[in-house]
């Protein structure tokens, strides 16, 4: 079975422009979560997506959404970028085998530059 | 408010010595916890997982210890390789449906 897929892998952007990021889980995962990874402040959760709704949201500003299509692929959008958005950008997937949200599994990220 | 933290950001053990992970959380309500590795360039792997009906479980070389009294997690590995290095994180969650909370990670070097 592949695994989660991420694309790009590096991303360079200037500040005021937008982004999207794109995520296709594990074959028959239907939630889709994404996470922040900076030094400074680690793994900080974006927000969850299953079955195209948004099952849940963190703590991030308005600029930042998703969503999720009827094949489970994920894509997120960075509006108006900041210095401060730059960061790993990770999405993970899980199964309905397991409780919601447990078990995560990651793919390898998009690192996004902003400059 | 919540959080996941470790005791040490950095423990360096040499090769075929055992590791031990530690890892505080604040939410007494939390009741599933998962340790993740990341190598450099890498997403997090999972390594192993625990649900606060147990105090231990354990995987290939990988213990993960459960202490409810003091809100604390461990992670052993036994006999460390230099493939062990990495960042190790401890997760938790306090409710089915909600988001994996992530501390800050520790980071395992082994030499040989």
């Known amino acids: 079975k592949a695994g989660v897929t991420q694309t790009p892998r590096y991303l360079i952007k200037t500040r005021g422009q937008q982004v999207t990021l794109s995520c296709s889980p594990i074959s028959g995962h239907r939630s889709v979560s994404w996470y922040q990874q900076t030094p400074g402040q680690g793994l900080q959760f974006l927000f969850e997506?299953?079955?195209?709704?948004?099952?849940n949201k963190g703590n991030f500003p308005g600029r930042f959404s998703g969503r999720q299509f009827s094949n489970s692929r994920s894509e997120m959008n960075v509006s108006t970028l900041e210095l401060g958005d730059s960061a790993l950008y990770l999405c993970?997937?899980?199964?309905?085998?397991?409780?919601?949200?447990?078990?995560?599994?990651f793919g390898s990220g998009t690192q996004l530059s902003v400059l | 408010g919540e959080s996941v933290g470790l005791h040490l950001p950095t423990l360096s053990v040499q090769e075929g010595d055992n590791s031990i992970i530690n890892c505080a959380y604040s939410n007494s309500a939390s009741d599933y916890f998962i340790w993740y590795k990341q190598e450099s360039g890498k997403g997090p792997q999972f390594i192993i997982d625990i649900r606060s009906n147990m105090d231990k479980r354990q995987g290939q070389r990988v213990t993960v210890l459960l202490n409810k009294t003091v809100k604390h997690l461990s992670l052993q590995i036994a006999a460390t390789q230099p493939g062990d290095s990495a960042v190790y994180f401890c997760a938790e969650s306090h409710e089915a449906g909600t988001a994996l909370i992530f501390g800050k990670g520790t980071t395992l070097s082994v030499s040989s």
């Open positions: 993970a997937s899980s199964g309905d085998s397991s409780p919601l949200n447990e078990k995560l599994f």
């Open positions: 997506y299953f079955s195209e709704t948004q099952r």
